[in-house]
């Protein structure tokens, strides 16, 4: 019979990933109990969570044989030594994203997890985002028919460069590809799969940038393709999806409004949770068994916690984990190939 029991977690940094979407999902969910989180100067974390332990560092964390799973929310380019020693010291592993910086980090990642037995899975939040859950049953559906074309975009209004973080220092893992773009790319693939070419740009906008803060990255499939865009000055933004069939197209404005709730301080799961304001609804102008029909489609209410709802069912009942690593482990694959194709200034197969 399985296990009830809480599942201790701790996480392993405090940053704005910790902060805002991790501790307070975790601590919502009944299934998880909150048990250590690293924090080596300032005490935010002590403020806000007094029940839970403030450790000084990954290694107090890891030797703690209570604990059962860790949150890898650490700058990139620390992710696979993070998991790696996590995966050895027999801890179930939810790592932020992007999984790794390399292909080759993550394949050894899955293999390793599969030699201890050990759940892996990665924190690609933005496909409990509402409006992408929408936009996958119009997909779906075939709402507007057979798809030609979707088009994507995550816009910010950033024009500084933002001090003392790796963000913005050039080096593995750095940049709006990773940041962003794991999301964006993530969502594609869910929706259609991998392409079979790839062809992107990358480059810095802003005066000063040491990272690429752009990229214009057109996916190519049998019969469509997918192209998804961000900058960092964008500061009045167009639509968030644009998707258009044989037999219409659905437009759809906004972003998810979870992550403002997060920042606000409201509970995940709360009454209203994840619900879009109708204004933000996105437009539905398509055919369907020969009636034109045309106006607001009611956005999918969001939903982070299923992301650790799936999490729970994979630790104690031996689930699959919700987001399968040789999915993320693509997604890497592909974020190469852009680099690829801006390198070589043309498109890229993928095999």
């Excluded at 299934?31 to 969570?49: C, E, P, S």
């Excluded at 940049?175 to 969502?187: A, E, K, P, R, W």
């Excluded at 068994?289 to 009942?317: C, D, K, M, S, W």
Aim: overall charge neutral; charged content about 20%.
């Amino acid at each position: 019979m399985a296990s009830t029991t809480p599942i201790a977690t701790a996480i392993l940094s405090y940053g704005m990933s910790g902060e805002v979407f991790h501790a307070p999902l975790l601590e919502a969910h009944p299934g998880f109990a909150l048990q250590a989180i690293v924090q080596r100067r300032a005490r935010t974390a002590q403020r806000r969570y007094p029940q839970v332990r403030i450790a000084g560092s990954v290694a107090e964390v890891l030797q703690d044989s209570a604990v059962e799973l860790v949150i890898v929310n650490t700058p990139n380019a620390t992710h696979a030594e993070f998991v790696t020693a996590a995966l050895e010291a027999g801890k179930h592993v939810v790592v932020e994203k992007p999984f790794t910086v390399t292909s080759g980090e993550a394949g050894q990642l899955i293999a390793l997890a599969q030699k201890h037995q050990r759940m892996l899975t990665v924190f690609q939040n933005r496909r409990w985002d509402g409006d992408f859950l929408t936009l996958q049953q119009i997909v779906n559906s075939r709402a507007v028919g057979t798809v030609v074309e979707l088009e994507a975009h995550y816009d910010r209004f950033r024009n500084y460069i933002e001090a003392n973080t790796w963000k913005e220092e050039s080096g593995p893992g750095t940049g709006i590809l990773y940041n962003l773009g794991s999301h964006m790319l993530d969502q594609v693939t869910t929706l259609f799969g991998m392409p079979r070419a790839v062809d992107a740009r990358l480059g810095i906008q802003r005066p000063g940038g040491r990272v690429e803060d752009f990229y214009d990255i057109r996916l190519q499939y049998d019969g469509h393709q997918a192209i998804v865009k961000s900058s960092y000055l964008v500061r009045e933004g167009g639509p968030r999806y644009s998707v258009h069939g044989t037999e219409g197209s659905y437009i759809k404005y906004g972003l998810d409004p979870q992550e403002q709730a997060l920042k606000d301080g409201k509970t995940p799961g709360s009454a209203g949770w994840g619900v879009e304001d109708a204004g933000q609804w996105g437009k539905l102008n398509t055919t369907l068994q020969g009636l034109h029909i045309t106006g607001q489609v009611e956005t999918q209410p969001g939903n982070y916690l299923q992301f650790y709802h799936g999490v729970y069912n994979a630790i104690r009942e031996g689930k699959e984990p919700p987001v399968l690593p040789q999915e993320s482990l693509e997604g890497i694959k592909l974020i190469e190939a852009c680099y690829e194709s801006n390198r070589l200034r043309q498109a890229v197969r993928l095999s």
